[in-house]
């Protein structure tokens, strides 16, 4: 099973400022299976980002994703209000279980 | 707009069987594979097992054959038997969709909390 490690566990930014999460894994993820996730509380997850790097549907063009092999990362260029929350990252290797990282806690500075 | 909503009791007792069920509306139950995913109170995600609009099936082999799951396709809808169930299942409990093409899951369930406790 593979293992992905987030980074940092918690981040207190001021809107405006740049964010930068990190998903590490154990062992090789093919990019077109690492995605992205948004969770605000009592909430479900919203997917933000598929394939490593493609947002999805309605998702704004200040997140965006990167990475390859075991390191990935999600970047919100300029943090909004809205923005703050626990963001998850979730891979699939080449059979299940699909596996999800502890979440990194973006919160208000 | 796809729309998935779990049902279920909010309590089940120690030993006994959690048992769920998510209606899909808004589109189809077939040619899908369809999740369920927890989550304890102030913790990650697990992801439990899938199904396939056709029936077959796969768990997180942490739960050590505990899930079962099926679909019924004239009712488009999907369900989740947990046997033997301990405090440690408390959780909140969400049915997905995945995009198989690329393993991600595009619509959740509002979600649904089961406490286990006598």
């Known amino acids: 099973e593979i293992v992905l490690t987030q980074s940092p566990g918690t981040l207190s930014l001021s809107p405006g400022e740049r964010a930068t999460l990190s998903c590490r894994a154990s062992q090789s993820v093919s990019s077109s299976y690492l995605a992205w996730y948004q969770q605000k509380p009592g909430r479900a997850p919203r997917l933000l980002i598929y394939g490593a790097s493609s947002r999805a549907t309605g998702i704004p063009d200040r997140f965006s994703g990167s990475g390859s092999g075991t390191d990935f990362s999600l970047t919100i260029s300029r943090l909004e209000p809205e923005d703050f929350a626990v963001y998850y990252c979730q891979q699939y290797g080449s059979s299940p279980p699909y596996t999800f990282g502890q979440g990194t806690k973006l919160q208000i500075k | 707009q796809v729309q998935l909503q779990e049902s279920g009791p909010g309590l089940v007792k120690p030993s006994e069987t959690l048992s769920l069920t998510c209606t899909v509306s808004?589109?189809?139950?077939?040619?899908?594979?369809w999740n369920w995913i927890r989550q304890p109170a102030g913790k990650g995600l697990e992801w439990l097992g899938r199904?396939?609009?056709?029936?077959?099936?796969n768990s997180n082999p942490s739960l050590k054959s505990r899930v079962t799951m099926s679909v019924d396709t004239s009712k488009n809808q999907f369900y989740l038997n947990l046997n033997s169930v301990t405090a440690a299942d408390t959780a909140v409990y969400y049915c997905a969709r995945l995009v198989s093409g690329f393993a991600y899951f595009d619509y959740w369930g509002q979600g649904t909390l089961v406490t286990v406790s006598s």
């Open positions: 808004g589109g189809s139950i077939s040619s899908y594979y």
């Open positions: 199904i396939y609009s056709s029936g077959s099936t």
